[in-house]
Protein backbone atom coordinates (compact mmCIF):
# COMPACT_ATOMS: atom_id res chain seq x y z
CA UNK A 1 0.00 0.00 0.00
CA UNK A 2 1.58 3.45 -0.93
CA UNK A 3 1.56 6.13 1.82
CA UNK A 4 3.20 9.42 2.12
CA UNK A 5 2.64 10.72 5.66
CA UNK A 6 3.30 14.76 6.67
CA UNK A 7 4.29 15.67 10.03
CA UNK A 8 5.63 18.45 11.80
CA UNK A 9 3.03 21.29 11.53
CA UNK A 10 2.01 22.96 14.29
CA UNK A 11 1.24 27.03 15.26
CA UNK A 12 4.83 28.90 15.19
CA UNK A 13 5.31 32.95 15.59
CA UNK A 14 5.88 34.76 12.43
CA UNK A 15 9.76 34.88 12.01
CA UNK A 16 9.38 31.21 13.26
CA UNK A 17 10.75 28.07 11.80
CA UNK A 18 9.39 24.52 10.96
CA UNK A 19 10.62 21.47 9.59
CA UNK A 20 7.95 19.67 7.69
CA UNK A 21 8.72 15.34 6.69
CA UNK A 22 7.14 13.46 3.78
CA UNK A 23 7.76 9.57 4.87
CA UNK A 24 6.99 7.40 2.02
CA UNK A 25 6.03 3.51 1.69
CA UNK A 26 4.88 1.15 -0.71
CA UNK A 27 6.74 2.18 -3.54
CA UNK A 28 10.40 2.73 -5.20
CA UNK A 29 11.15 6.13 -3.38
CA UNK A 30 13.89 6.86 -5.49
CA UNK A 31 12.43 6.86 -8.27
CA UNK A 32 9.79 9.53 -7.63
CA UNK A 33 9.67 13.27 -7.70
CA UNK A 34 8.51 14.89 -4.26
CA UNK A 35 6.76 17.72 -4.69
CA UNK A 36 4.90 20.00 -1.19
CA UNK A 37 1.95 22.10 -1.80
CA UNK A 38 -0.34 24.25 0.55
CA UNK A 39 -3.91 24.63 0.51
CA UNK A 40 -5.14 27.69 2.58
CA UNK A 41 -8.74 28.25 3.49
CA UNK A 42 -10.82 29.64 0.48
CA UNK A 43 -7.53 29.35 -1.66
CA UNK A 44 -6.60 27.23 -4.37
CA UNK A 45 -3.44 24.82 -3.98
CA UNK A 46 -0.45 26.41 -5.04
CA UNK A 47 2.84 24.15 -5.60
CA UNK A 48 5.49 25.50 -2.84
CA UNK A 49 8.55 23.06 -3.71
CA UNK A 50 9.81 19.91 -5.50
CA UNK A 51 12.96 17.90 -5.76
CA UNK A 52 13.53 15.65 -8.53
CA UNK A 53 14.67 12.01 -8.07
CA UNK A 54 17.56 11.93 -10.38
CA UNK A 55 20.32 14.58 -9.69
CA UNK A 56 17.94 16.02 -7.12
CA UNK A 57 17.47 19.43 -8.38
CA UNK A 58 14.97 21.22 -6.98
CA UNK A 59 12.06 23.99 -7.89
CA UNK A 60 10.91 26.26 -5.48
CA UNK A 61 7.81 28.58 -5.92
CA UNK A 62 8.85 32.76 -5.81
CA UNK A 63 7.23 33.77 -2.34
CA UNK A 64 9.28 30.96 -0.49
CA UNK A 65 12.08 30.89 -2.08
CA UNK A 66 15.21 31.98 -0.19
CA UNK A 67 13.15 31.10 3.23
CA UNK A 68 12.15 27.39 2.44
CA UNK A 69 14.30 24.53 1.53
CA UNK A 70 13.75 21.13 0.63
CA UNK A 71 15.99 17.91 0.76
CA UNK A 72 15.23 14.30 0.50
CA UNK A 73 16.75 11.23 2.70
CA UNK A 74 16.40 8.06 0.27
CA UNK A 75 17.69 5.84 2.61
CA UNK A 76 15.05 7.07 5.00
CA UNK A 77 13.04 7.46 2.14
CA UNK A 78 11.68 10.66 3.45
CA UNK A 79 11.49 14.59 2.03
CA UNK A 80 12.19 17.66 4.34
CA UNK A 81 10.81 21.23 3.95
CA UNK A 82 12.83 23.26 6.27
CA UNK A 83 10.74 26.70 6.26
CA UNK A 84 12.44 29.60 8.07
CA UNK A 85 11.03 33.15 8.34
CA UNK A 86 7.43 32.12 8.30
CA UNK A 87 4.68 34.42 7.56
CA UNK A 88 0.86 34.75 8.40
CA UNK A 89 0.39 33.87 4.85
CA UNK A 90 2.17 30.80 5.39
CA UNK A 91 -1.17 29.40 6.73
CA UNK A 92 -2.04 26.46 5.13
CA UNK A 93 -2.53 22.71 4.83
CA UNK A 94 0.68 21.59 3.06
CA UNK A 95 0.49 18.11 1.45
CA UNK A 96 3.41 16.47 -0.11
CA UNK A 97 2.87 14.63 -3.22
CA UNK A 98 5.15 11.97 -5.51
CA UNK A 99 5.18 11.58 -8.95
CA UNK A 100 7.80 9.49 -11.66
CA UNK A 101 8.21 13.10 -13.18
CA UNK A 102 7.75 16.74 -11.65
CA UNK A 103 4.46 18.16 -12.07
CA UNK A 104 2.88 14.74 -12.66
CA UNK A 105 1.97 13.22 -9.11
CA UNK A 106 0.34 9.78 -8.95
CA UNK A 107 0.73 10.22 -4.91
CA UNK A 108 -0.85 12.16 -2.24
CA UNK A 109 -0.71 12.39 1.46
CA UNK A 110 -3.40 13.95 3.93
CA UNK A 111 -1.92 17.35 4.92
CA UNK A 112 -0.33 18.95 8.27
CA UNK A 113 -1.53 22.25 9.31
CA UNK A 114 0.90 24.94 9.56
CA UNK A 115 -0.53 28.11 11.27
CA UNK A 116 1.73 31.23 11.46
CA UNK A 117 0.56 33.77 13.89
CA UNK A 118 1.42 37.50 13.65
Known amino acids: EVQLVESGGGLVQAGGSLRLSCAAS????????IGWFRQAPGKEREGVSCISSSDGSTYYALSVRGRFTISRDNAKNTVYLQMNGLKPEDTAVYYC???????????WGQGTQVTVSS
Open 26 to 33: GFTFADYA
Open 97 to 107: AAGLMVDDYDY
